[in-house]
């Protein structure tokens, strides 16, 4: 491997490592985690030096990489990175790097007709976007909704790598349910993203459901290479058909769900489905109409429909409209009492 290929792989280990914030680095810590990168790409150990790693750091905070990174000591033993929400992936694209990707851009642009070019066309048009604003010193005009205050996202790449080379993952985890973190194992199969939040799916165990982990909650992962992996043949597309979002609920099946849905958000719903199972039963004259879903039950989908508030009325069945029914009364009796809930309650 050459020697350029190794400083980036160095320099791309050490960005990881300072932004996660749940840990402190020591430079010991850094030459290990670098030692082990490289020792995984080139599949042998491959020492690296003390004076090596410092040297990565100076040039990293230097301009002559671009990087200016803001890389600091603290405790005179400890590094981070002073703007904790720094990256050298976000770096702005230098005049050279906007020509090479005008260029790529284009030269893909001669493939958008081909099937396998589909699903990249607008990752292309969006490309185009922020090339063209970068150029032109103008503001963007694609907009996409994004939560940049969003946890975990920098586990994407770490995530996506483990799951290409099948790797079993160390992850330290702490749900919205539970007091405390966790630590487990976990076969990583599949990352998916619902409602600007990103997912884990894998296992635990062989013997356990397949199951979901949101990235905002992990707090560290690490591996396990004596671990072996769960080869099991996953297919995402069946395992969420009759589900909205991310939440499958283990031995129930998918039910049909009628809806009646009134006439201002009639055309919203049938020109963006709630479901592709989604079929229309009927349009009534006052241009309300009546759809059903065929889905099984989760959270995911009752926060959607109770997000329609009055204008969406569930018909059958009537257990999940009993559900719905009581949610709305326990919401209306908060706004019943003489008082708001105190700040400090």
Not at 103 to 123: A, C, G, P, R, Y
Not at 236 to 250: L, P, Q, R
Request: hydrophobic share 35%; proline share 3%.
């Amino acid at each position: 491997m050459s020697q350029n290929k190794n400083a980036l792989i160095r320099y791309k280990t050490i960005d990881k490592c300072l932004q996660n914030k749940y840990r402190q680095w020591t430079l010991e810590d850094l030459i290990e985690e670098c030692s082990e990168a490289l020792s995984e790409y080139e599949g042998r150990q491959n020492p690296i030096s003390k004076r090596t790693i410092q040297m990565d750091i100076q040039l990293m905070r230097s301009e002559k990489l671009g990087y200016n990174a803001p890389i600091v000591v603290y405790d005179k033993k400890y590094y981070k990175y002073e703007d904790e929400d720094f990256s050298i992936t976000d770096i702005p694209l230098t005049e050279t790097d906007m020509n090479v990707l005008t260029e790529t851009v284009s030269m893909l642009k001669q493939f958008k007709d081909f099937s396998l070019f589909n699903d990249v066309s607008d990752i292309l048009q969006r490309l185009e976007d922020k090339i063209y604003a970068e150029k032109s010193h103008t503001k963007p005009v694609i907009y996409l909704d994004k939560n940049e205050k969003l946890k975990g996202l920098h586990y994407l790449d770490e995530i996506y790598q483990a799951i290409i080379k099948k790797m079993v993952l160390i992850i330290t985890y702490k749900s919205f349910k539970s007091a405390e973190e966790t630590k487990f194992h976990f076969h990583p199969f599949i990352l998916k993203e619902f409602n600007n939040r990103w997912f884990l799916i894998g296992k635990k165990k062989d013997s356990q459901p397949i199951t979901n982990l949101a990235l905002d909650r992990i707090i560290s992962i690490d591996y396990d290479f004596n671990h072996p992996y769960l080869e099991e043949d996953f297919d995402a597309d069946n395992f969420y058909k009759d589900v909205i979002g991310v939440t499958v609920n283990s031995g129930l099946n998918a039910r049909r769900i009628e809806l009646w849905v009134d006439a201002s958000n009639a055309p919203y719903v049938l020109t963006k489905p709630l479901h592709t199972s989604q079929r229309l039963i009927k349009q009534n004259e006052d241009g309300s109409v009546i759809i059903h879903i065929y889905v099984i039950p989760n959270y995911e989908m009752e926060r959607l429909l109770l997000g329609f508030g009055s204008c969406l009325e569930i018909l059958r069945p009537e257990g999940l409209r009993n559900r719905m029914k009581k949610i709305l009364l326990d919401a209306i009796s908060r706004y019943d009492s003489e008082k708001p809930t105190e700040i400090n309650a």
